[in-house]
């Protein structure tokens, strides 16, 4: 534990100092009482440069409060998919939970952005330990969080996001568009070399960090018996308590947590229940997903429930990346792929069941067809990962077909469809992944639209 602790603090530092050291402000202001370039360009300003990467992942991950007005894909995914219901006005935003989104949509060109600047972020932060201090444990640390980036871009866009770079010089280099094969190729080789580094600098808690991350990126490229199989491998040994955690804080508006800002201080959506004929009843009592009700005409539009999450009920809550339940669940998946899903201990039900007595939930009633085992593993999924960023990515997977590594579901079976009885009524659209911001394709030629939408 001391020595989880003592590899947890820099997160924790880090966090603290996000509002003062963002890689971009610490080029960009004179005072001398901030890190400057030169400050920086050696193995003693390397934790500030990954302190600046901590907080841009923060910032596209958890989002922001207050006046920076930034909402994260915890918030996007959690609209977009049955996680959250639309409760405000903005017409941008109401593209997003009716899964039909413009690529000339402002609120969908700041969250695109944001999260290929952590990803920058992240990129200038382990090729700086690279070269200054490669047997340093952090270089694990920023590598995971460069792979964690490619895996949000893979699992919240659709094929054919661009990766560009700044030069030495730091000028703009327009990249090339990523399948989101090659998203995820990308992301593992940043876990693998992050598992090495780990390893060889002895930090256990670093790597079971990239061995989730890993894990996570192996699943979301192929759910097959085989990838399922070598993804529970990778989490075997992490512990069932490791926690890698993205803090937030009350110091600043850049450090609060998004959802906290946008749902209990602006209403601006609310916490679903069954939203759009196949969400889940995330209002049931379950203490996975416990909630406030405001009551009638309390919402940012003055018109519906406001209906908060307790899950970050302040502005310095915390966001979990990576953990051992998510582990556990992998492990889970596993079993049911290779056909044990009611072997005694290792099975998938035992799994399960495991999971929810340490947390005083009654036992799951066996499922009894392939199709029930698996609607029961990703019900539970969805409400052990509430709002954490992976329900996206578990839509997806439901919707991909069995030739593709998916489970073979049809997209409308899974996502949240039919009539929307949100702002503007109609029904929901058919997108099944974000788009590519137009103003992307406006900057960059090499990337004027997305490769395909398919989940």
């Known amino acids: 534990m ?3 602790i003592r590899n947890a603090l820099p997160i924790t530092v880090a966090a603290l100092m996000v509002g003062a050291c963002s890689v971009d402000k610490m080029l960009e202001v004179p005072d001398p009482d901030v890190s400057r370039p030169p400050d920086v360009i050696n193995a003693a300003g390397l934790p500030t440069v990954l ?4 907080g841009d992942f923060q910032v596209a991950y958890a989002g922001t409060g207050g006046n920076t007005g930034i909402e994260g894909l915890v918030n996007m995914q959690g609209l977009f998919t049955d996680e959250f219901t639309f409760t405000e006005t903005f017409p941008t935003r109401v593209q997003v939970d009716r899964r039909a989104i413009d690529r000339n949509n402002s609120s969908m060109l700041t969250i695109y952005f944001v999260t290929q600047r952590a990803r920058q972020s992240a990129f200038r932060a382990e090729s700086a330990y690279a070269a200054l201090a490669p047997t340093d444990s952090l270089y694990s640390e920023a590598l995971s969080l460069e792979g964690y980036s490619f895996i949000l871009l893979a699992e919240s866009y659709c094929s054919g996001v661009p990766i560009t770079k700044l030069d030495a010089a730091g000028k703009v280099v327009p990249g090339q568009p990523l399948t989101t094969q090659q998203l995820l190729d990308s992301a593992i080789d940043r876990f693998t070399r992050a598992r090495t580094v780990a390893t060889s600098t002895g930090s256990d808690f670093l790597l079971n960090l990239a061995r989730v991350g890993q894990a996570r990126a192996t699943i979301f490229k ?10 529970a491998a990778l989490v075997a040994n992490v512990p069932d308590d490791y926690e890698y955690i993205v ?4 110091n600043t508006d850049r450090q609060n947590n998004g959802v906290f800002e946008l749902q209990w201080l602006e209403g601006r959506w609310s916490q679903s229940n069954n939203e759009g004929t196949n969400g889940m009843p995330f209002r049931n009592g379950d203490p996975r997903t416990p909630f406030h009700d405001f009551g009638p005409r309390t919402a940012f539009d003055g018109s519906r429930n406001l209906v908060v999450t307790l899950k970050y009920p302040s502005r310095d809550a915390s966001t979990v990346l990576a953990s051992g339940l998510e582990a556990r669940l992998i492990q889970a998946e596993a079993a049911l792929a290779a056909g044990n899903y009611a072997t005694p201990t290792t099975g998938t039900l ?5 999971l929810r007595a340490a947390a005083g939930l009654a036992a799951l009633t066996p499922a009894a067809t392939t199709a ?6 990703f019900r539970e999924r969805a409400f052990w990962l509430y709002l954490t960023g992976h329900r996206l990515g578990d839509l997806r997977r439901l919707s991909r077909s069995v030739a593709n590594g998916g489970y073979g579901r049809n997209s409308e079976s899974v996502f949240p469809t039919g009539t929307y009885t949100g702002r503007g009524g109609g ?19 090499n990337a004027p639209a997305c490769l395909d939408r398919n989940p």
């Open 222 to 231: 192929s759910s097959t018996a085989a990838s399922l199989a070598a993804a």
């Open 372 to 377: 029930a085992q698996q609607d029961q593993l």
């Open 350 to 354: 035992a799994i399960l069941n495991n």
């Open 2 to 4: 001391n020595h989880r």
């Open 427 to 445: 029904v929901f659209g058919p997108d099944v992944n974000f788009p590519i911001p137009i103003e992307e394709a406006n900057a960059n030629p």
């Open 51 to 54: 302190a600046g990467a901590i």
């Open 247 to 250: 803090f937030s804080s009350g």
